[in-house]
Each structure stands twice: as C-alpha cells, then as structure tokens.
C-alpha cells in the first residue's frame, strides 16, 4: 500500500489542522491504521491508531486534543488536531499496519507560540 499524507503548515499555538492520509488500496481491510511523528531530535513516536472496529488509541499528550478517523469507502484516514502546542510540532506520519509496517511520505506541522 502507498500512503500519501497532507495537511500540514504553520499554525499558531490553540488553532487547529486536519491531516489527511490517502491509501493507494482500500482500507477496509487494514486492521489497524494510525499517525506517528517526530521531533526534531527526537524519537518517532505513536499519535493515535484506529481499527477497523473504530476503536481509537493516542498517546497521552494528545487526548482530549486529537481525533483519528478512518474513512474506508475513501480509502482515508484523518487526525483532527485542536488546541495545538508548540511542543506539537513534528512531521507527522501516517502508517498502515499490515505485513509489516507502510509509511506515508510526512507532513510537517509548525506551531508557533
């Protein structure tokens, strides 16, 4: 599967941005589907993931701020950011979990303060 994300920009900090992650096959199949990202310096870490049963994960810094969203009949997946955080700035990955793991290309969010 290939994955293309889009997205990101600058925002200032509070404001909000909808990542968009397009699969070049259908989703519907895919058990588990998320968002990763990385810091500059910093280790890649896991957003939120999504099943196919919608149940939703996200690391701790992001609940209550984040929403992940799969929209299988599109083939797409969604993370809502809200109340963005300058220490929310990172490339962010989408991924989809199958054989092994698949890797959008990134799309980078800048919250400024």
């Known amino acids: 599967v290939q994955l293309q994300a889009s997205g990101g920009g600058l925002v200032q900090a509070g404001g909000s941005l909808r990542l968009s992650c397009a699969a070049s096959?259908?989703?519907?199949?895919?058990?588990?589907i998320g968002w990763y990202r990385q810091a500059p310096e910093k280790q890649r870490e896991l957003v939120a993931r999504i099943t196919t049963h919608n149940t939703s994960n996200y690391v701790d810094s992001v609940k209550g701020r984040f929403t992940i969203s799969r929209d299988n009949a599109n083939n797409m997946m969604y993370l809502q950011m809200a109340s963005l955080k300058p220490e929310d700035t990172a490339v962010y990955y989408c991924?989809?979990?199958?054989?092994?793991?698949?890797w959008g290309q990134g799309t980078l969010v800048t919250v400024s303060s």
């Open positions: 991924y989809a979990l199958m054989d092994k793991l698949y």
């Open positions: 096959r259908r989703i519907v199949s895919i058990n588990t």
